[in-house]
C-alpha cells in the first residue's frame, strides 16, 4: 500500500529482448517452408499483423547477418541464406539486437563508503560474486538459444494438416496481385506514351 492507503500498482514488467525479436523469430518461420516466389517484407507484416515499418527494419538486419537474402523490385522479396537446421535462435536474438548483454557490472562493490575512495585490494580480487551468477545466467541462456534451431521451432508447432499449404497460397496471390499492378502500370505508361505521340 502507499502512505495514501491506495494499493501500488504492479510495475509493468520490460523484458530484456525487445518486440523486435518475437516479430523477427515469427518472421524467420514462415520462410522456412520453400516457396516459388521470395516472400515481401510487407506480406511477412500483413501476416502476423505488424507495422510494415517496423519489418523495414529487422528485415535487413537479418540480411546483414546473413541469415535471409533478399531480391529487389516488385517481386522481390526474402528467403533463408542457409537452411532452418543451421540457423539457431541466438543467431536470430543476436542479429537483431546486436548480442545485447544481460548484466553490464559496474564494479560497485569498489564504491563501499568505508573505502573512502580508495578501496583495498581484496575488495575487487577475482570476478565480483555477483557478476559471476550473472554470467553463469547469460551463459545458460544462450546455451539455450543457441541449442534451439528454426527448423526445431517449426516442427513444435502442430499445425492442421491444410495450414502449410492454405499459407502458401495466400503468399502466392500476394506475390500474384503485385505482379498484376505492375503489368497494369507499364501498360498504362505505354499507352499514355502511344497517345502523346498520336497528338499533332
Known amino acids: 500500500m502507499e502512505p495514501s492507503g491506495h494499493p501500488v500498482e504492479p510495475r509493468a514488467a520490460v523484458s530484456l529482448y525487445g518486440a523486435s525479436v518475437e516479430y523477427a523469430l515469427h518472421c524467420m518461420t514462415w520462410l522456412v517452408t520453400p516457396r516459388d516466389r521470395p516472400v515481401?517484407?510487407?506480406d511477412l507484416a500483413e501476416m502476423?499483423?505488424?507495422?510494415?515499418?517496423?519489418?523495414?527494419?529487422?528485415?535487413?538486419?537479418?540480411?546483414?547477418?546473413?541469415l535471409v537474402q533478399s531480391s529487389g523490385g516488385i517481386g522481390g522479396g526474402y528467403r533463408l541464406a542457409r537452411p532452418a537446421g543451421e540457423i539457431s535462435v541466438l543467431d536470430i536474438v543476436d542479429a537483431v539486437e546486436g548480442g545485447r548483454r544481460l548484466f553490464d557490472c559496474k564494479e560497485a562493490?569498489?564504491?563501499?563508503?568505508?573505502?573512502?575512495?580508495t578501496p583495498p585490494d581484496w575488495s575487487a580480487r577475482g570476478t565480483c560474486?555477483?557478476?559471476?551468477?550473472?554470467?553463469?545466467?547469460?551463459?545458460?541462456?544462450?546455451?539455450?538459444?543457441?541449442r534451439a534451431t528454426l527448423l526445431s521451432l517449426t516442427r513444435s508447432v502442430r499445425y492442421p494438416p491444410d495450414f502449410q499449404a492454405r499459407a502458401g497460397a495466400w503468399f502466392e496471390a500476394r506475390a500474384t496481385a503485385?505482379?498484376?499492378a505492375r503489368v497494369a502500370a507499364v501498360r498504362a505508361v505505354a499507352g499514355r506514351r502511344r497517345q502523346a505521340n498520336q497528338r499533332p
Open 109 to 117: 562493490r569498489r564504491g563501499c563508503a568505508l573505502f573512502d575512495g
Open 40 to 42: 515481401s517484407a510487407r
Open 178 to 180: 503485385r505482379e498484376t
Open 48 to 66: 502476423q499483423g505488424v507495422s510494415p515499418t517496423l519489418l523495414a527494419k529487422i528485415m535487413p538486419r537479418l540480411e546483414k547477418a546473413g
Open 129 to 146: 560474486a555477483i557478476h559471476a551468477v550473472m554470467l553463469r545466467a547469460e551463459q545458460a541462456m544462450r546455451a539455450e538459444m543457441a
